[in-house]
């Protein structure tokens, strides 16, 4: 499938962590900092299921990602507008798979977390971007809350870097002539996962976890270099 690649890059990095235990461990550091800061009382037990529940809703959110892309590729191509939307998903690719990210993808999970934000965000604006000149959005999904989740992860210079990073792909020739190609398309793409039962995407990454529960950390990645 199209994103097998990000795919295996994302188990990859959630087998590193199964084995070195660093982006749980920020997490937990994390809630601990929180907790002293707000004179919070809750005991060792508590703030370690905390730490899991939200490293599920990470997990979750992240492996939605090669699962967004395949779907949209698959919907594309039973609409007969894949012509048009396979560059937009190869740029997709091509960032969420750029070995020099804004964080390293040598600090794992946390380093592929950038990667989502960029991939997320560009579909997103292409979408929409697709509404403006066909009176429809692209997709029938609306990836801003996960996107919304995982922002205020970068700040400062990371975060303009990466903002500058979707408008340069949304600014290529390719991805302008992609959009003109879409004038056709009468209604938006229904994008549903392959691995979920052909559940809706949407679905599926609200299943069990709720976007909240993702904003309950903030992971400071101005401390990582």
Known sequence: MLADSIRAQIQDAWNEERRRDTFAALIRSQLARRAEASGESSSPQDREQSAQSILEAWRVQLDQVPEVIDALAEAATDARVASAVT???????????????????????????DDMYLALSLLQSVSEQCRELTGHALIDVDLTPSIQAVRPLFQGKRITAL???????????????????????DQPLAVKSRESGRRHIADTMQTHISIDNLRRTSIDAARVR
């Not at 560059?87 to 592929?112: C, K, M, N, T």
């Not at 792909?169 to 003109?180: D, E, F, I, T, W």
């Open 163 to 185: 903002d500058a990073r979707i408008h340069a792909a949304l600014s290529r020739p390719v991805m302008l002539s992609s959009l003109q190609g879409l004038r056709s398309l």
């Open 87 to 113: 560059p937009i998903l190869q740029a997709v690719q091509e960032y969420f798979l750029d070995p020099d990210d804004v964080v390293p993808d040598s600090h794992g999970i946390l380093g592929l977390l």
